[in-house]
């Protein structure tokens, strides 16, 4: 599995944006898909995961309310809606994906996706 991430860029503080992760490869409603993040100077950290059909959704403590995971299984994308950014959301963005649901939330995911960069000006 092949992992595209998009949709990141500059915002300011109360807004928002939707990334995307495009996934390639077979049978990806197969897959349990995630997003993680790291700030600089910070260890990456757990936001938001799927399970395969959708039915299952975990967030961070510190996101829930803010954010929202979504996946369209017929695109082989998953989304991450961002809302209420505040400064401390900026960080790179993972995309991740996995057989199983709680190894995407522990961060065991087999497969990772490049980063796409979120900055929240104050």
């Known amino acids: 599995v092949q992992l595209q991430a998009s949709g990141g860029g500059l915002v300011q503080a109360g807004g928002f944006l939707r990334l995307s992760c495009a996934a390639s490869?077979?049978?990806?409603?197969?897959?349990?898909m995630g997003w993680f993040r790291q700030a600089p100077g910070k260890e990456r950290e757990f936001v938001a995961a799927i399970s395969g059909g959708g039915g299952g959704r975990h967030y961070a403590d510190s996101v829930k309310g803010r954010f929202t995971i979504s996946r369209d299984n017929a695109k082989n994308t998953v989304y991450l809606q961002l809302s209420s950014l505040k400064p401390e959301d900026t960080a790179v963005y993972y995309c991740v994906a996995d057989a199983y649901i709680w190894d995407v939330v522990g961060g065991n995911s087999d497969y990772w996706g490049q980063g796409t960069e979120v900055t929240v000006s104050s």
């Open positions: 490869g077979r049978s990806f409603s197969g897959y349990a």
